[in-house]
């Protein structure tokens, strides 16, 4: 299969310079190179920029209502586990409207690949802050500056006991292509929150970490079973420090450490992923950027981090009824009715 | 006798449900007719014997039963709270307050059997009594039979040698009341042991306890010549439960030649092998009409289940509930959890919205889905509804009524969501809405809701209420090859390779529907408006009001292949009784009682096709409801220059066949 096979004949409607584009193109070939023909697959959505994406895959789609994809890609998966399923959805519908049913779906562990699209500002109702949006944001419902604190997405995973996470960036096509495969690949609910610009209502809002010129500083690539090592020639890797107090913090040291980290997303205990995942992120979601303050020289880490393998929900249920099915004396409603105290 | 009407009432942990129960299935075994309704207390576990803690369970048996009765013939009273409340009925708890016919739930010249046990002075203080004479405090009248018996002395005496704790033996104080109960209307007394045994067929050590103080109740009737005459009741059964329906392929035998098209015409007969108005099998009836099916007693909320367990079956889908705990659903949501040996998949999600989410996406994948829910859970449910409606998926929402508005009164009976079914959505919004009106026919309307849903890619709202879900009647228990056939809609395989979710029947205007997984059927489906022809996304302002049109079309279209509205009772007189959903049995029996006509709902939207031939022919209508009005006000606004008069109670509980009466009679 080709990227061509999960094209649809739609016009593809994001705005020109959308970071969406280049998320549409990763499915797209994440997709082919995953194999599962288009009938099999499954696109849901809610409402806003991010949610249009099922009208350009060629596969069975539905852009539903704002928030809830998550409760119907349940449905779907649940009741039809067969079918592969994806969940297209941004920070609003995700994490404000949508939070009770992401963190749900989370918890129960069912097997949807969510694409969380955070651009940190609500798009199609142009303008206005979103609960990833930095403290201090301006925007239109906001004129002086946000008070409130925002979510982490990659906390919110691990608090609502995730299994999988990732994190990639619309400028960095290979590793998103390569996380969404490899959620795709992953058993259980995957998260992989994809970085993307908004260039009309919040331009540059990840340009801190996506330009060219500092990315290899700023960010980390994990790749599981490889050494955490980052900087534009590698020279820098990530460690534990223990003198720090009672718990150990990451921390930077040469590439060439003994105590350089290896990467393993399969780790049961979510504490190290937890660690990998917030670096960076305190500061990032302060101020619009990051920029202005002080810089620990962690990078923000992207790639699969957390990769555990548990029973899905999907799959539980359906066995659970397999098993009744299987004891049962009764399989159809003549035969339930005959167990009828009858007169 | 034709009927009695007998109470059990007691404290929430006298096992006054249990008792009722078996007498009902004793009864039914014997052929009379039943309707049941238990009238559980509001809280989980009140204090022992206090007012707040009466359970009460009220049986109407015998023949021509529609309802659990208005007032009862015989009370059986464990405890001196519950004396109380048959007494002062919605009173209870007013200071000074004594007995009067209007609010006492029992006649004027009942039966009361009482624990006297139950009457110690400690008693009567939790009871909130201020003197030490309960029967001269409440002013029971002397028209009233009073038995007294001791029965926490006598059941206690009855297991002295059983080995049984003090507590274990105060627990079977109901089977000597249901022994005296048994023996009071000549049941005989075998019988009701084959239903013990079946109910504690988990518990075999307390078969045998509960047997000896059930016989010995009994005897105690029998031996100790209780100064009262035996109740004999005619038992000869007639209409399981008074329901019209129209749902039976082969008749079941129910003589109900006194129905009739009112407008004079045949039926028509849409669907092969359905039964025409006067109820005999029309065509496809196979020459070996079936024996006399059996009957069962059943709760309205385990028939909605058991319906769309059989309209699953029949349809050859898989059966998808979507659902959150709330009152007084939760029946259902329990009942299907349960028959994983039928395949039946319940998702019990996080909230109302994603109980009705899931089984959006369960509809999307081609199952029958469906969500149970009360009025708040509606209201909650309305946006992704109208996503059903926008994406012409059949779905089928229950919405098990209670008082409202907000949280209201959960556990108390109403018909208050009647507008909010209709219209509680945004935009235009068309779904179909029918309601049940006993509790076994909740069986055949679910089984209706869902082949509607599934032949017409439409949400359906099934109304039933409080009275309904927990109530029970009798329920002749059909074949799965009797009921009618169910054909979901599908897709043409020559749209293959250019299907979208736009392409219609031209007739039914029903959509074509490709479940995901289809090969070549690939297509996206949406809640924004979508084009006519294409299906994509359409914002062009001639497009939407044609699909608004074509939304609203559909579902008128649907009236011409649903059964036209039907009168019972007295057709020729000028007056007509009007109601929609659980009032049914008290319409019927108050008509009868007026000797006027009757025309009762059960497709509310969209409405019977002949209704305004029909109420065209009559002078006075009369909509009785338990609203304000809110079906009255939906006859009026689709019929122009309709007058019609109301007749509106909102107490949270089923009408009173006497105050009807009194409010219709000339």
């Known amino acids: 299969m080709t990227p061509q096979d999960f094209k649809s004949d739609q016009y593809v409607r994001f705005c020109p310079g959308c970071g969406d584009h280049a998320i549409c193109m990763a499915l797209q070939k994440a997709m082919a190179e995953i194999g599962i023909p288009p009938h099999q697959t499954v696109v849901i959505s809610g409402i806003g920029c991010s949610s249009r994406m099922p009208h350009y895959l060629n596969t069975y789609g539905f852009n539903t209502i704002h928030g809830r994809g998550a409760a119907i890609a349940t449905g779907v998966k649940t009741s039809h586990p067969e079918l592969t399923v994806w969940q297209m959805t941004g920070d609003g519908d995700c994490l404000a409207i949508g939070g009770n049913h992401f963190i749900h779906s989370l918890r129960r562990n069912v097997d949807l690949n969510i694409c969380l699209f955070n651009n940190r500002i609500y798009g199609l109702t142009k303008g206005q802050y979103s609960p990833t949006s930095p403290k201090g944001f301006v925007s239109k419902s906001s004129p002086f500056g946000t008070v409130e604190r925002p979510f982490i997405p990659a906390e919110l995973v691990m608090g609502a006991r995730g ?111 937890r660690m990998l995942a917030l670096m960076g992120q305190q500061r990032y979601m302060q101020v619009p950027n990051g ?53 | 006798m034709q009927q009695v009407v007998i109470r059990f009432c007691g404290d929430s942990g006298d096992g006054m449900q249990l008792t009722g129960n078996l007498f009902s299935s004793l009864s039914a075994l014997l052929g009379d007719e039943i309707s049941t309704l238990p009238d559980y207390p509001a809280e989980i576990r009140a204090p022992q014997g206090t007012l707040g803690g009466v359970s009460g ?87 009233v039979q009073v038995i007294p018996v001791a029965l926490t002395t006598l059941t206690k005496a009855a297991l002295a040698d059983s080995g049984l704790d003090n507590k274990a033996m105060l627990k079977s104080r109901n089977m000597f009341a249901l022994g005296l109960v048994c023996w009071l209307f000549d049941r005989p007394i075998d019988r009701a042991i084959h239903f013990l045994e079946g109910k504690f067929a988990k518990k075999p050590t307390l078969i045998e306890p509960n047997t000896k103080v059930l016989v010995d109740g009994y005897n105690y009737g029998q031996n100790l010549a209780l100064n009262i005459r035996q109740i004999v009741v005619d038992h000869t059964r007639t209409v399981p439960d008074g329901s019209p329906t129209d749902l039976r392929r082969i008749s079941d035998g129910t003589p109900t030649a006194h129905r009739r098209l009112a407008d004079g015409r045949e039926e028509a007969n849409p669907y092969p ?93 081609g199952d029958l889905a469906c969500t149970s829910t009360s009025g708040p859970g509606l209201s909650l449910k309305s946006e992704a509804i109208g996503l059903a409606v926008m994406a012409e998926l059949p779905l089928v929402v229950i919405d098990v009524q209670r008082g409202g508005p907000s949280t209201g009164l959960p556990t108390k009976t109403e018909q208050t969501d009647l507008m909010q079914a209709v219209y509680g959505r945004n935009g235009e919004c068309p779904a179909v809405v029918i309601a049940a009106s006993t509790p076994a026919n909740c069986f055949d309307y679910a089984y209706r809701a869902a082949q509607i849903a599934l032949e017409n890619m439409t949400p359906v709202i099934l109304l039933t209420d409080t009275y309904l879900a927990n109530g029970t009647s009798l329920w002749q228990i059909p074949r799965l ?145 338990l609203n304000t009005g809110q079906f009255a006000a939906l006859l009026r606004s689709r019929i122009e220059g309709l007058h019609i008069e109301q007749y509106n109670e909102i107490q949270g509980q089923p009408f009173a066949v006497e105050r009807i009466i009194d409010f219709v009679k000339p």
């Open chain 1, 163 to 273: 299994t999988f996470f990732a994190r990639t960036l619309d400028v960095d096509m290979p590793t998103t292509v390569n996380c969404l495969v490899e959620a795709q690949r992953h058993k259980g609910a995957s998260v992989v929150e994809c970085l993307v610009n908004c260039v009309i209502f919040n331009n540059g809002t990840h340009a801190w970490i996506a330009d060219r010129d500092t990315r290899a500083e700023r960010t980390i690539i994990l790749r599981h079973g490889e050494k955490m090592l980052f900087g534009r020639d590698n020279e820098k890797g990530l460690a534990l420090d223990y003198s720090q107090g009672l718990l150990p913090v990451l921390t930077v040291v040469p590439a060439d450490d003994p105590r350089v980290l290896v990467h393993d997303t399969t780790l049961a205990d979510p504490t190290l992923h």
């Open chain 2, 57 to 143: 369970f009220q049986l109407n048996l015998g023949r021509d039963v529609y309802t659990p009765g208005d007032k009862a013939d015989v009370i059986v009273a464990m405890n001196a709270a519950a004396l109380k409340v048959c007494t002062l009925g919605s009173k209870f708890n007013h200071p000074g307050a004594v007995f009067n016919t209007r609010d006492a739930l029992y006649k004027p010249d009942a039966i009361i059997i009482v624990d006297t046990d139950s009457l110690a002075p400690k008693d009567l203080e939790k009871a909130l009594y201020t003197t030490d004479n309960p029967f001269t405090e409440l002013a029971i009248p002397e028209s």
């Open chain 2, 273 to 365: 092998g359905r039964r025409s108005a006067d109820g005999r099998p029309t065509v496809n009836t196979t020459p070996d009409v079936p024996a006399e099916r059996p009957y069962t007693s059943i709760a309205g909320n385990k028939a909605t289940a058991w319906g769309l367990i059989a309209a699953a079956e029949k349809a050859g889908k898989r059966l998808f509930l979507g659902s959150y705990p709330i009152t007084p659903a939760t029946d259902i949501m329990h009942e299907l959890a349960a028959r994983k040996d039928m395949g039946v998949m319940v998702v019990q999600a996080e909230d109302e919205i994603s109980g009705v989410c899931t089984a959006i996406g369960a509809a999307f994948a």
């Open chain 2, 481 to 625: 090859a009797d009921l009618r056939d169910i054909r979901p809609q599908g897709a043409p395989d020559a749209l293959a390779g250019r299907f979208n979710p736009a392409l219609r029947d031209p007739d039914t205007l029903v959509r074509y529907f490709a479940p995901a997984g289809r090969e070549g059927f690939q297509h996206r489906n949406i809640g924004l408006e979508r084009d006519a022809e294409r299906g994509t996304i359409s914002t062009n302002p001639e497009n939407h009001e044609q699909m608004v049109r074509t939304r609203q079309a559909k579902i008128d279209r649907l009236a011409e292949r649903l059964p036209r509205l039907t009168v019972e009772g007295n057709t020729d007189s000028d007056t007509l009784l009007v109601g929609w959903g659980s009032t049914y049995g008290h319409l019927r029996a108050a008509a009868e009682a007026l000797h006027c006509a009757h025309a009762h709902f059960n497709y509310i939207n969209p409405l019977p096709a002949n209704t305004a031939q029909v109420l065209a022919q009559y002078r006075r209508i009369v909509v009785c409801e």
């Open chain 1, 291 to 343: 920029a202005d303050l002080p810089d620990d020289g962690l990078p923000i880490a992207l790639g699969v981090i957390r990769n555990v393998a548990e029973d899905t929900y999907d799959a539980a249920v359906n066995r659970q009824i397999d098993e009744v099915r299987a004891h049962a004396k009764a399989h159809t409603f003549d035969q339930l009715t005959a167990t009828l105290e009858q007169f």
